[in-house]
């Protein structure tokens, strides 16, 4: 789905690239929140440390919890002539998004009981760049909603494509342009060499302050 929907963006792009009216470009900051899509969570035995006595905490608990993002990026944005309702957004962000882990470890009790004998917490940060194209229709004068897909490269570890689904909402405050946008991942974002995280969702607010127009 995603892949269509991407093929559709840049086909709709190619046959107004030649009507166009105005062409604004400009700084484009975002930060918000991060929802978890799918449990993260990992836990094992292992059986051959605990027959042979060289672990004291044989079974070890992991989670992650996805708690927000920010972005800094540069956005392009087109108007046609044709169907003035509609326009074109083409960003080029760098992302960051924050995890929380925590490890449990467990310590038994007896033969077939264990207890929680301590945690650690850690903080995980993965970049990644992005070229955002979206779609946009004007509902009101300063008031619009636009759909769009994301190819995004997490290049900071283990390198993962994803290309999520981009929905938003956006307001025109004079020159700055403020937006309400969801994002939906399709790809578990690897956190580290254990496990995956699983898929990940953003609600960002962002500002676009443009400084070219031609």
Not at 25 to 41: I, M, N, P
Not at 67 to 83: A, Q, T, V, W
Request: one cysteine or more.
């Amino acid at each position: 789905m995603k892949k269509i929907l991407f093929l559709l963006l840049l086909c709709m792009m190619a046959g107004t690239a030649g009507a166009q009216r105005k062409v604004s470009s400009g700084l484009l900051v975002s930060g918000g929140l991060g929802f978890d899509r799918e449990a993260v969570e990992y836990g094992g035995y292992d059986m051959w440390g605990i027959f042979a006595g060289i672990y004291d905490y044989p079974l070890e608990r992991y989670s992650s919890d996805y708690r927000g993002n920010l972005s800094l990026g540069y956005r392009f944005r087109i108007e046609p002539d044709k169907n003035p309702g509609f326009f074109w957004d083409i960003d080029l962000l760098l992302n960051a998004k924050f995890f929380k882990d925590l490890n449990c470890y467990f310590e038994a009790v007896d033969e077939y009981s264990y207890v929680p004998a301590f945690w650690t917490e850690s903080k995980t940060l993965r970049l990644s760049m992005a070229v955002s194209p979206s779609i946009n229709y004007r509902i009101l004068e300063h008031l619009y909603t636009g759909i769009g897909v994301e190819p995004t490269l997490y290049f900071a570890g283990k390198r993962i494509f994803d290309a999520p689904l981009v929905l938003k909402v956006g307001y025109q405050v004079g020159k700055l342009d403020f937006a309400l946008t969801y994002r939906v991942g399709f790809t578990k974002v690897a956190s580290n060499e254990l496990v995956p995280y699983g898929k990940v969702s953003d609600l960002n607010l962002s500002v676009f302050i443009p400084f070219h127009v031609k």
